[in-house]
C-alpha cells in the first residue's frame, strides 16, 4: 500500500518502512494529514484530501543542507550584496498508512 502526502509545499509518495527528508516538523507532530491519494487493492483519491486518511511517522532527526549564496549585483552601479541559506530537515520513518 502507498500513499501520496503534501508537507511543505511539496508532494510524496510514500510507502511504509520509507526513510525520507522533509521540510522541518514540530518535535510533537506524529502524522501527515494532507493525505491526497491512497493506492493498493482499491485506490481513493481525495478531491483535495482523503477524508480520514492519515499516514503515522517516527521522527529519526533534523539536519541541515548545504549553504547556499544568494548574490545581487548591479554592474556600474557599485551595487553588490551577499547572503547566505541553509535549509533545516526533518528525516521521518513512515510506521503506518490509515485509510
Known amino acids: 500500500m502507498y500513499a ?9 509518495k510514500v510507502q511504509e518502512g520509507d526513510v525520507l527528508q522533509v521540510e522541518r516538523l514540530n518535535e510533537d507532530a506524529k502524522a501527515f494529514d494532507k493525505v491526497l491519494a491512497v493506492g493498493g487493492d ?5 478531491n483535495p484530501l482523503v477524508d480520514g486518511a492519515s499516514v503515522e511517522f517516527e521522527l529519526l532527526g533534523e539536519s541541515k543542507a548545504k549553504k547556499i549564496v544568494v548574490f545581487k549585483m548591479k554592474r556600474r552601479k557599485s551595487y553588490r550584496r551577499t547572503k547566505g541559506h541553509r535549509q533545516t530537515y526533518s528525516t521521518v520513518k513512515i510506521t503506518s498508512i490509515k485509510a
Open 4 to 12: 501520496v502526502i503534501e508537507t511543505g509545499g511539496k508532494q510524496y
Open 42 to 46: 482499491e485506490p481513493k483519491f481525495g
